[in-house]
Nanobody, 115 residues
């Protein structure tokens, strides 16, 4: 089992920044990809940004140029730096980690961007 704990959410004004962090514990060897997803009220969960064990990145079009994703040296942490936040970024943000064929999810952290 892998446990994921997110931190860093909160309330910020439009144009501001937040940094989300996620730490994995438990059976963390062989964790491959890690990613951040988000789900806004009434909408489906969507991928925000992902990073592979080799460092390849991918981003949703809506956050390109504003968000960056990185992994810690121990590879069991992942961070999402969010700049120039917009009200439409408001959502619950979930950390995800893939180990083999299984994807593990964190409990989510709320990000609210006021206009």
């Amino acid at each position: 089992q892998v446990q994921l704990v997110e931190s860093g959410g909160g309330l910020v004004q439009a144009g501001g920044s937040l940094r989300l962090s996620c730490a994995a514990s438990g059976i963390i060897f062989s964790i491959n990809d890690m990613a951040w997803h988000r789900q806004a009220p009434g909408k489906q969960r969507e991928l925000v940004a992902g990073i592979t064990i080799g460092g390849s990145l991918n981003f949703a079009d809506s956050v390109k140029g504003r968000f960056t994703i990185s992994r810690g040296n121990a590879k069991n942490t992942v961070h999402l730096q969010m700049n120039n936040l917009k009200p439409e970024d408001t959502a619950v943000y979930y950390c995800a980690a893939r180990r083999g064929s299984i994807t593990y999810w964190g409990q989510g952290t709320q990000v609210t961007v006021s206009a």
